[in-house]
């Protein structure tokens, strides 16, 4: 049971890696929400591939019984686990800019919105 909570951990962890990078790229070459969610998603698929696959991250061999998602395959199983964990991710948080945002304004209010009217 250890092992597999390494594992998880491990893509948790790569997870919000990949949201942090997709963040970044998007913030960068698209700032007004010029284009479709789709987009997003398919970098962040790219991005979670790659990064697993470069750094050679295989949650999957952690897993206790043999399989043969081990290797290469299981680094690209987990590149898409990363993904969708960075998904549920940003959809909680908002991404991270909206995230610092938040932190930085003290008031849950995100760019560009109006801080909410203190009671007299």
Not at 19 to 35: E, I, P, Q, S, Y
Request: aromatic share 6%; charged share 15%.
């Amino acid at each position: 049971m250890k092992v597999l909570t390494v594992a998880w951990g491990t893509v948790a962890a790569l997870s919000i890696i990949v949201m942090a990078l997709v963040d970044v790229l998007k913030h960068g070459f698209d700032r007004g929400t010029r284009w479709p969610g789709w987009v997003w998603a398919l970098t962040a698929l790219i991005v979670g591939v790659a990064v697993a696959v470069i750094w050679r991250i295989d949650a999957i061999q952690a897993a206790p019984p043999q399989t043969s998602l081990q290797g290469l395959s299981g680094e690209v199983l987990t590149g898409i686990l990363a993904c969708g964990g960075a998904s549920i991710a940003h959809g909680a948080t908002g991404g991270l800019y909206a995230a610092k945002d938040r932190l930085q304004n003290g008031n849950g209010a995100e760019r560009g919105s109006e801080a909410p009217s203190k009671p007299v």
